[in-house]
């Protein structure tokens, strides 16, 4: 079965640089979701998009945006890049009217020098 | 703001013991899940338990949910070394748009 895809897989950039992670979603799949895992920390939720709206935001710096597209694949992209956001990024999918289950990614893993 | 709380933090058992796992949280909820994730990879999803049921079972594991309490457990029987993984426990809160909150997770080991 198809599963979400995250690319690139790893990033690495320097400090005040910008940097575009995309996602695809399972086909059909209209709500997708960004997170954020520190090392040995918990996943943290960004932000949500549901039919291209944003549906829900959570502890996502200002430096970060992002957007869902007509196919549905998302990007989130992040400037002025600092050392904290080293981090390992997922995106989850789910279908609305079976949002109880989110299909999370491989992640993209930014490490930021 | 931090939702649920994982204990333990860290289980080491040996092979074909079970292990079990707490997760607690604070708000009201939609339902339960836990994710596990091998280190550094992505995360798999396991099992959810919506809030108006108590117990669940797939395959070797079992999943329990007090809403009263706001706690689950998770446990898995017959443990194999390739158990061996991380468990998060993850909250649909009411209200949320479906966001999850994640526990801080417990890191099992399972020795062969």
């Known amino acids: 079965a198809a599963g979400v895809i995250q690319s690139p897989r790893h990033l690495i950039k320097e400090k005040r640089e910008t940097a575009t992670l995309k996602c695809y979603p399972i086909?059909?799949?209209?709500?997708v979701y960004w997170y954020q895992q520190g090392p040995g920390q918990d996943p943290q939720f960004l932000i949500s998009?549901?039919?291209?709206?944003?549906?829900d935001k959570g502890s996502i710096p200002d430096r970060f945006s992002a957007q869902q597209f007509s196919d549905y694949h998302s990007e989130l992209n992040m400037s002025s890049l600092e050392l904290g956001d080293s981090a390992l990024y997922f995106c989850?999918?789910?279908?609305?009217?079976?949002?109880?289950?989110?299909?999370f990614g491989p992640g993209t893993r930014l490490t930021v020098l | 703001s931090q939702q649920g709380e994982e204990d333990p933090q860290a289980l080491s058992i040996q092979e074909g013991e079970n292990a079990t796992m707490n997760c607690s949280y604070k708000?009201?909820?939609?339902?339960l899940q836990w994710y596990r994730q091998n280190s550094g990879r992505g995360l798999v999803h396991l099992i959810l338990?919506?809030?108006?049921?108590r117990e669940k079972h797939s395959g070797r594991l079992r999943v329990t949910l007090d809403t009263s309490k706001k706690s689950s457990s998770l446990l898995i029987t017959a443990s194999r070394a390739a158990d061996t993984a991380s468990y998060f426990c993850?909250?649909?809160?009411?209200?949320?748009?479906?966001?999850?909150?994640f526990g801080k997770g417990t890191l099992l080991t399972v020795n062969p």
């Open positions: 989850a999918s789910s279908l609305l009217t079976h949002t109880d289950t989110q299909y």
């Open positions: 086909p059909r799949h209209d709500t």
């Open positions: 998009f549901y039919e291209k709206m944003q549906s």
């Open positions: 708000t009201s909820i939609n339902n």
């Open positions: 338990i919506r809030s108006n049921e």
């Open positions: 993850a909250t649909d809160e009411r209200g949320s748009n479906y966001k999850l909150t």
